[in-house]
């Protein structure tokens, strides 16, 4: 999975899709999440990372990720969005 190559992301968490014009605002960890997809991470590496650096259990950080990259996917903010 990875996100639209022209999506733009500000250090403060603002995301521009310049394709649509349309805006987002995403906390700290969807931010990292969404460079770490930028940078075409795998998303079991991306898992680990996140165990890693937060204190949560590894079903929390898999199902929240999902919950994101679904969210990603509604918004149309990914590549492969069929």
Known sequence: ????????LSDTGFVFNPSTGDSYSVNPIGLEILRMLKENKKDE???KHLLATYQADFETIEKDYYDFVKGLEQL???????
């Open 1 to 8: 999975m990875s996100i639209k190559k022209n999506l733009a």
């Open 45 to 47: 590496d991306i898992k």
């Open 76 to 82: 149309k903010l990914t590549e492969n969005n069929g």
